[in-house]
């Protein structure tokens, strides 16, 4: 049986733009972000739907033998799903980030970590390629 990603409640610092969200994107957020302007949004969720599966390819299932290289990946993930409102995808990137830019090797804790990670990067996947789905539709 494949594990679920948890429901999380979105961080103080977007909390003016939702409290709580049980999806894997707050879409209502990113959107305000961008003045409600669709055609922004949409292409910004392309772009996740393009660059995030080659993002996942990067980061190694154990410790990376290169720190920076992993951290700049990581930092690159935090700012895209961000953008597109992928919240949980975004927290975990950042803590992927510090981790790796800390020093302080911890392999049990990265690779928990990065299954987290791999849980709600799937979620928000299929949300982000819901979304376009039905802005096509309607």
Known sequence: MEAQPETETVP???AGCAIETSG???SACALARMSDNWGIYCRAIQLFL???PKLME???AQWPSDPEETRRNYHSL???SSTVGANRVSELAAELEQLVKGGQRDDARYQALLEQLRLHIKAAYAEAEE???RRDVG
Do not use: F, S, V, W
Request: no cysteine; aromatic share 6%.
């Open 12 to 14: 103080q610092e977007t």
């Open 24 to 26: 894997a994107i707050d």
């Open 58 to 60: 990067l980061y190694p």
């Open 131 to 133: 979304l376009l789905q």
């Open 78 to 80: 935090k700012g895209m």
């Open 50 to 52: 393009r660059d995030a």
